[in-house]
């Protein structure tokens, strides 16, 4: 509930910015098709899976298992929020290499709104690691709470990275945030052309430690990577 909460917030925060809601116009039907089929995928078919396919898988093969993960509720926290993150920034870095044709639709989008979030191919989410990190943890805490706050408040960042409601480079939460928490300014420059920059997730710290990282506090002029594919192969086969 607090990820459409958020997810609902940041698209009445985008609409109440932009008063004649023209981002929503600026979309064609196609991209309106990617968009929502993307979020229909995250937002309902994924969590389904991890439930009632992955979890369960877990706890077919590896019974004795469960449970075997003693944590604090910080440190089931950390466990999901830095640790997790510092994984999905190496699977992101792969997906921009060896697995680019899954991950080359997610940047078609040519403006930064919640909407697109988790414009994708249908099947690229089984390249991210998040379908199948999640339930083994899930499956082997003895408290997921922890853990489980991480992964909320991870989907909620990558909702409001993805949208256009950046802080102003001034304000005191821009001055707060900006030294370790990717922002949407961060991520805009991700989307923009040529990428190879601003990989992480949650923290700046990987892309620092990496070289990777790309700092500007203002958002890139234009986004978007340019394909011939056609819907279906966006959708289905994006060879």
């Not at 949407?184 to 420059?189: G, L, V």
């Not at 997730?201 to 990987?206: E, G, P």
Request: hydrophobic share 50%; net charge neutral; aromatic share 16%.
């Amino acid at each position: 509930m607090a990820i459409f909460a958020a997810f609902v917030t940041l698209l009445l925060l985008t609409v109440a910015r932009d008063r004649r809601s023209n981002f929503l116009w600026q979309k064609n039907r196609e991209d309106w098709l990617l968009d929502m089929s993307g979020l229909l995928v995250q937002g309902v078919v994924i969590p389904a899976l991890q439930l009632l396919l992955v979890y369960q898988l877990y706890q077919w093969f590896l019974p004795t298992w469960k449970g075997v993960l003693e944590l604090s509720l910080g440190l089931g926290f950390l466990l999901s929020f830095v640790f997790v993150d510092y994984l999905y920034y190496w699977n992101h870095r792969l997906l921009h290499h060896r697995f680019w044709p899954w991950h080359q639709v997610h940047h078609t989008v040519t403006q930064m709104d919640v909407l697109g979030t988790s414009r994708n191919t249908l099947w690229s989410s089984f390249f991210i690691l998040y379908l199948w990190i999640h339930p083994l943890f899930l499956f082997l805490l003895q408290q997921p709470a922890g853990y489980v706050l991480g992964v909320t408040l991870t989907a909620i960042l990558d909702l409001w990275r993805h949208s256009a409601i950046a802080p102003a480079p001034q304000s005191l939460i821009y001055c707060w945030l900006s030294p370790w928490l990717v922002l949407p300014q961060d991520h805009a420059w991700h989307h923009a052309q040529p990428q190879g920059c601003n990989y992480g997730a949650n923290l700046k710290l990987w892309d620092q430690l990496h070289g990777t990282y790309y700092e500007c506090d203002r958002a890139p002029e234009n986004l978007g990577t340019q394909t011939n594919l056609t819907l279906s192969q966006k959708l289905f086969w994006p060879f």
